[in-house]
């Protein structure tokens, strides 16, 4: 149980061009999705918090009007890279959780290359 | 907010031998101690937690102690083989509140055949 799937799993697309990453919970309802972004030999960075049905709250230094994030549902969240360059590169991972006292568990990541 | 040490940034082991990974965290209020193993390409997965309500967990060879007097915890593998190298990071969090973990800043494990 506890799966969360992301696609694409990797990406390239030109600067300029916006990319949707896509985040599911296969087998649980996500009340909660989260947002991260990995930099080379880093730790995680959160990005943002989603609710189902509300809007996202963004960490500070992240530009809400870059980087898009929709939860329409309990089983997903998408988060679309607006305009994008090659800064954007990174490896982009969502977790999701049942709610704000469970455990959060993460997809498998997407690696977005910006050429 | 939350600050969360992690030490050390690698860790060399023979396989076979035990490893640890031990981490701080600075606000007593958090209550929640997940540790996760990330494989290269791969996003984190959780391999154990713990509450503040208990001070070890075990799950066969990994281990996890909690010292909330004095705020730090760590992981613990025995027995360790080639396929425990990874990055191993561990977090802390508010469970019931805002449960956002802050993460450490993650630990490299090479285990040698």
């Known amino acids: 149980g506890a799966v969360v799937s992301q696609h694409p799993s990797w990406v390239i697309c030109k600067s300029g061009t916006s990319v949707k990453i896509e985040c599911r919970s296969l087998?649980?309802?996500?009340?909660?999705m989260f947002w991260y972004r990995q930099f080379p030999k880093q730790s995680l960075m959160l990005m943002a918090t989603?609710?189902?049905?509300?809007?996202?709250?963004?960490e500070q230094g992240v530009e809400k009007d870059k980087f898009l994030i929709n939860h329409a549902s309990l089983t997903l969240s998408t988060l679309t890279v607006t305009s994008a360059h090659p800064e954007d590169s990174s490896f982009y991972i969502c977790?999701?959780?049942?709610?704000?006292?469970?455990?959060?568990?993460f997809g498998p990541g997407t690696r977005l290359t910006v050429t | 907010g939350e600050n969360v040490e992690q030490h050390p940034s690698t860790l060399s082991v023979q396989e076979g031998d035990s490893a640890v990974i031990k981490c701080t965290y600075s606000?007593?209020?958090?209550?929640?101690f997940p540790w996760y193993k990330q494989e290269l390409g791969k996003g984190p997965q959780l391999i154990i937690d713990?509450?503040?309500?208990?001070g070890e967990k075990k799950d066969q060879r990994i281990a996890v102690t909690l010292n909330k007097t004095a705020k730090h915890f760590s992981l613990h593998i025995t027995e360790t083989q080639p396929e425990d190298s990874a990055v191993y990071f561990c977090a802390a969090s508010l469970s019931g509140g805002s449960y956002i973990p802050t993460f450490g800043r993650g630990t490299s494990l090479i285990v040698h055949p």
């Open positions: 087998d649980f309802q996500a009340t909660t």
């Open positions: 989603s609710n189902e049905g509300s809007k996202a709250t963004y």
């Open positions: 977790s999701a959780s049942a709610g704000v006292a469970y455990e959060q568990y």
């Open positions: 606000d007593s209020a958090s209550n929640y």
């Open positions: 713990i509450r503040s309500n208990v």
